[in-house]
């Protein structure tokens, strides 16, 4: 079920680097994307897939991976994701930002969710070095990294915390390391409706 397949889905900074994931297995999460909606049906995001040891050293320094948890510098070695799938926006297609984020929002979660069903987990990051990466990847000047999705076996036990309406939602670490990534209540997030007479 989606709604299972969207709590297993959360934001993995860990991995066991030995699982390879392979070529095909990231190729169809695109391929799942693919068929996914597209605001107008441009279709204007296009991938680059990853999962090589010497294209995902291009990729992993320009990560800021201290965004995600204050002081966390990235996941060490023996702990790095495996693949990447980096989103690319091609402006040429679709130049207006507010309808581009309506695409990648909707590819992206697409192929994380097809990642956990295949046993996966990974992380979705935006705050990263555009430029540098744009240089490694050799791209057009047209074509605008967006969005790296993260990827490997998941190496980290991660705790969903329910919290009010006021409370933080920032994720930290307890003492013995745990991941707690704090959600809102159902109740909180559906509004009250009542249509006027």
């Not at 297993?8 to 066991?16: A, E, G, I, M």
């Not at 070529?23 to 995001?45: F, G, H, M, T």
């Not at 296009?46 to 995902?56: A, D, G, H, P």
Request: overall charge negative.
């Amino acid at each position: 079920m989606i709604r299972d397949l969207s709590k297993q889905n959360r934001s993995y900074t860990c991995f066991n680097q030995s699982a390879a994931v392979p070529y095909e297995l990231l190729e169809s999460l695109v391929d799942a994307a693919r068929y996914a909606p597209s605001c107008l049906n441009i279709q204007p995001l296009r991938y680059v897939i990853s999962c090589t040891e010497r294209k995902n050293q291009k990729i992993f320094p320009a990560i800021n991976w201290n965004v995600l948890l204050r002081g966390y510098d990235g996941p060490r070695e023996g702990q790095k994701p495996m693949a990447y799938i980096v989103l690319i926006a091609d402006k040429g297609l679709m130049p207006e930002d507010e309808m581009m984020w309506i695409d990648i929002g909707i590819s992206a979660q697409t192929m994380m969710l097809a990642a956990v069903e295949q046993g996966l987990g990974g992380c979705m990051i935006a705050n990263f070095d555009k430029a540098a990466l744009a240089r490694e990847l050799r791209l057009e000047k047209w074509y605008d990294p967006v969005l790296i999705l993260a990827l490997g076996k998941p190496n980290e036990r991660i705790f969903l915390d329910y919290i009010n309406r006021t409370d933080a939602t920032e994720f930290y670490r307890d003492r013995e390391g745990y991941l707690h990534i704090p959600k809102r209540r159902l109740e909180d997030v559906i509004l009250p409706f009542e249509p006027k007479d």
